[in-house]
């Protein structure tokens, strides 16, 4: 079992979980983590923040029954798997210009960090309402813009992360550009087995968990991977469900 050190709630939805689990603490910046709060509850990936002596960071946004069950009731985690994923390249690019969507904002940090170190200067647009850990952001980003519309900046490479919709844009607006996006796919077993996460790049598929999560935006079938983001939705919506109503009974059931 693996001990959540620290929750902290930073609005109703994300909360900042410090979670222990010796075996991530290599974790290097742009991989991340599969997480089962119990035996029976399905896996969940999440991006690294950050790591530590012991384990590792991470935001949580609840969007469903395990990232609830995690937030809500789990004090340890029974399985944890990673660090997972190819590393982001850490390279001395120039100017690297990142676009964050929400959670997207946690990746982006641990990357950030690790290229700033590199003599890179960094350039974050904060494209969504939710701003979490702004003030680390302005501690690493040489600029912050936080604004919905997209701007265009001088990039040798830009980088995108949290929404499968931002990274389309940006191959519009940065036609000459390399950008590398994260891909956002439903993932089960991360290791190569289900094929949950396919990707189409160039025509052929890939696969997000090992070959990703960090591809050539150019060369990713967007559209395809837009139109897989509901897929689950319905069955997610009723585990969600089952699930309130299971901590519902729990509560009456305490107070009886
Ligand atoms: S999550 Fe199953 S193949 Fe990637």
Redesign the pocket.
């Known amino acids: 079992m693996h001990p959540i050190l620290e929750k902290i709630k930073l609005s109703d939805a994300v909360y900042l979980l410090k979670i222990s689990a010796k075996h991530t603490a290599s974790a290097k910046p742009g991989q991340f983590v599969m997480l089962q709060p119990t035996e029976l509850s399905e896996p969940i ?1 999440l991006s690294i923040l950050e790591t530590f002596d012991g384990g590792f960071t991470c935001l949580v946004k609840v969007v469903g029954r395990t990232s609830y069950q995690i937030v809500e009731e789990a004090q340890e985690l029974y399985y944890v798997a990673g660090p997972l994923g190819k590393p982001f390249p850490i390279e001395d690019y120039g100017k690297v210009v990142f676009y964050t969507y929400s959670w997207g904002i946690a990746p982006a940090l641990m990357i950030a960090k690790a290229l700033k170190e590199k003599g890179n200067y960094i350039t974050l647009q904060h494209t969504s309402e939710d701003f979490y850990l702004r003030e680390e952001a302005q501690r690493v980003f040489d600029e912050v813009i936080h604004d919905k519309g997209l701007k265009v900046f001088e990039a040798d490479l830009v980088v995108s992360v949290g929404s499968n919709s931002l990274s389309k844009s940006l191959v519009f607006l940065y036609p000459n550009a390399p950008i590398k996006s994260m891909v956002n ?14 990707v189409r790049v160039e025509g052929s598929y890939v ?4 070959d990703g999560p960090w591809f050539d935006a150019h060369k990713v079938d967007w559209d395809n991977l837009i139109e897989r983001e509901g897929t689950y939705q319905e069955q997610e919506r009723v585990a969600f469900e089952e699930y309130k109503k299971i901590l519902k009974r729990k509560e009456l059931k305490g107070n009886g």
Request: proline share 5%; glycine share 6%; net charge neutral.
């Open positions: 990936p796919v439903h993932m089960l077993d991360a290791v190569g087995l289900c094929l949950v996460c396919r696969l997000a968990c090992c």
